[in-house]
């Protein structure tokens, strides 16, 4: 197994400088749990140089409480430096950890250029992509009752449809190597009447642009309470052919590989034998069970 997505910081609590001794400690949570490699994956929005070509990005909808609220988010994640990240990651696989560099990158419509450029001179394993928001509505802060009421006006159908819709522009835009948490718009537990249709577009979404999809344990500490994707979507990459990784998105190292038991009989169930592993964003494959080839 491979845990594809974990973040150093926990949201609201200020970021510290990485070193390779926390690098380490997540790598032997992680060896515990039968993991041979992990991805440190931190949000691309907790990084300075994010804020300077993108931290105007939420001006472009109408002021209100919701965008206050959202500017407010950003600016206070903002603040470690990325190439002090970069630079850390590298070291620890220098020194041997099985890790690989990586960000967990948003879509910002119509800037997804900005964010390739700013990304390209660095040397990221892998990029994932997530969609957290909806416009200036971050969705997914389950525990905010303002932001929460906000299903109600927006309606569960549009919401799923303005997702969606993101995922697939995110898909296309080539930035990124793996759809994390694809189905995250379900995380309230609010579903529409017909999900099938909104899975049928996410899968096709990766089949289309070759991404890989990732199979996240997340899902199983939110409302929604199962895995991301759903049976059905999962389903449907396999029968697209659509590689995937496994992630516990753990923003603690105690999470790291987080009810990895069950991701792995749920991807074995679905009928996959190998993961997607990556290496300077190029695919390689990983047995399920088994050593990575990254590492021998
Ligand atoms: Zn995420
Ligand atoms: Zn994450």
């Known amino acids: 197994m491979i845990d594809y997505h974990l973040h150093l910081w ?15 400690r997540y790598v032997e949570v992680a060896k515990l749990h039968g993991v041979v490699e992990i991805a440190i994956t931190e949000h691309l ?6 804020e300077k ?10 002021d209100s409480p919701m965008r206050r609220l959202m500017e407010n988010y950003w ?48 040397p990221f394993d892998v990029l994932l992509g997530s969609v957290h ?14 932001v929460q009421a906000n299903w109600d006006s927006v309606g569960v159908e549009n919401a799923w449809d303005s997702y969606t819709r993101s995922l697939e522009e995110l898909s296309s835009s080539q930035a990124i190597d793996v759809l994390a948490h694809p189905d995250l718009v379900k995380v309230a537990g609010r579903y529409p009447a017909i999900p099938e249709e909104f899975f049928d577009r996410m899968a096709q979404a990766a089949r289309d642009c070759k991404i ?34 496994t992630a516990s998105d753990a923003h603690r190292v105690a ?11 749920f991807v074995t169930e679905a009928g996959y034998l190998e993961l997607a592993g990556f290496k300077d964003r190029t695919l390689h494959t990983i047995p399920i069970s088994g050593k990575s080839p990254v590492l021998s």
């Open 255 to 265: 999470d790291t590989a987080c009810s990895f038991s069950d991701i792995k009989t």
């Open 133 to 146: 928001w909806i416009q200036d509505w971050p969705f997914d802060h389950v525990s905010d009752e303002f």
């Open 75 to 122: 600016r206070d994640h903002a603040k470690a430096d990325l190439d002090k990240y970069v630079e850390v990651a590298l070291a620890a696989k220098s020194a041997g950890l099985p890790v690989v560099v990586g960000l967990e990158v948003d879509y910002y419509q119509d800037k997804m250029d900005v964010v390739k450029e700013l990304l390209k001179g660095y």
């Open 212 to 245: 890989v999809a990732e199979v996240s344990s997340a899902g199983y500490r939110k409302p929604v309470a199962e895995a991301y994707p759903a049976p059905y979507l999962l389903r449907k990459f396999k029968e697209y052919d659509v590689k995937i990784t």
């Open 53 to 62: 070509v993108l931290g105007k990005f939420f001006r472009r909808y109408p």
């Open 45 to 50: 929005f907790r990084f300075s140089q994010a």
């Open 10 to 24: 926990p949201h609201g609590e200020a970021d510290l400088e990485p070193t390779i001794e926390e690098l380490a």
